[in-house]
């Protein structure tokens, strides 16, 4: 048995082309067991979030796996990827268990060293799992990479800093903004990103948060928990005026925010509004980005904040990249010398 991850992220790939094959709810359940039906496929987690799409596959034949997967998303995404391939990489067999060691780590993410990431992997590989779409090759190596996580944060100091999408996009308003001292935020949004967002926003001295959600409910636990004002989501168009700073980061699968929902709006604004759209795919139409006083970010646009992070903790990364090629030698041994054992027995 081998193990294949193909997949594409933020290095790879800009914000236009992850978009397009990002997975949701329930979308993410349907494409788990449409793919586990096809050639070649064993075993298969399907990893998707605002940086990255990861599908892990576990099979007999490698080559015959991949045209598999370009069929997939040919019938699922209705994406033919031929003229994208520099988008997408592979690893096989032990780069691939370094690869998802890396990602649980934080140690290939856009945000070096983020928690969020460990959720989302914990998150996806449950979905696979409820779905009957993992067995012992991919229960042990996600396993094995949960239990790494914990002792790489326990014995390298990236693991006691507390960094996220969140504090890094707030560190992004404040540069652009200079200060965030009485400022009016509009977050629209109840996930994680937007509860790590309203984390890092209480430590700043903003004057009001609105919280905007579909699920009224949700918007006010945030609402209640970080001090904010909940809104009820159709009403968010209404408080673009008095905001200086839109944070959004929903689920949709469309625009929330588009030139015919929100041109009129936000070209009589007589002040600069500052929007970081975080979702992917996108909230907010780029389209309005050419409108006077509008100043639209999306996710891509926190790099800059996030190389000068990497630069302060580059040291125990490295040390930590060591222990991740040990771990990953030890676990890829197990895995080949079981499967072996298992053919010799046959």
């Keep these: 048995m081998h193990v294949l991850i193909f997949g594409l992220n933020h290095k790879t790939a800009p914000l236009s082309v992850r978009e397009k094959f990002a997975f949701y709810n329930e979308e ?43 069929d997939f998303l040919l019938d699922f995404k209705k994406i033919d990827i031929t003229g994208l391939e520099n988008s997408f990489y592979h690893y096989e067999n032990i780069l691939s268990v370094e690869h998802l060691f890396k990602v649980v780590t934080g140690l290939d993410s856009l945000v070096l060293g983020e928690t969020q990431v460990f959720s989302q992997v914990k998150e996806a590989y449950r979905l696979a799992l409820e779905q009957s779409c993992t067995a012992k090759t991919l229960n042990l190596m996600f396993q094995r990479a949960f239990a790494l996580n914990k002792r790489a944060r326990n014995n390298f100091s990236f693991g006691r800093l507390s960094v996220s999408i969140g504090s890094v996009a707030v560190e992004l308003a ?15 949004g109840a996930g994680e990103i937007c509860r790590l967002i309203l984390k890092s926003l209480s430590k700043e001295k903003i004057k009001t948060i609105y919280i905007a959600n579909r699920t009224l409910e949700s918007a006010k ?94 040291l ?26 298992q053919l010799i027995n046959a």
């Design 28 to 70: 993410q359940k349907k494409a788990l067991i449409s793919l586990k039906n096809y050639p070649f496929v064993k075993e298969c987690v399907i990893l998707s979030t605002c940086n990255r799409v990861e599908f892990y596959i576990a099979t007999d034949n490698i080559e015959g796996v991949k045209s598999s997967l370009r």
């Design 174 to 188: 404040k540069e652009k903004l200079s200060f965030l001292e009485e400022k009016k935020v509009l977050v629209i």
């Design 221 to 314: 636990e945030l609402a209640f928990e970080f001090n904010g004002l909940a809104i009820e989501f159709k009403e968010f168009y209404s408080y673009l005026p008095q905001v200086d700073i839109l944070i959004s980061s929903t689920s949709a699968p469309h625009y929330i925010l588009n030139r015919k929902n929100g041109e009129t709006i936000l070209c009589a604004l007589d002040k600069p509004l500052t929007i970081l759209d975080l979702a992917v795919p996108r909230d907010i139409d780029p389209a309005l980005s050419k409108i006077n006083n509008v100043f639209l970010y999306n996710i891509d646009d926190l790099k800059i904040i996030c190389d000068e992070n990497h630069k302060k903790i580059a």
């Design 316 to 341: 125990s990364f490295e040390s930590c990249r060591d222990f991740i090629k040990c771990e990953s030698d030890k676990l890829f041994n197990k895995l080949y010398f079981d499967s072996k054992e």
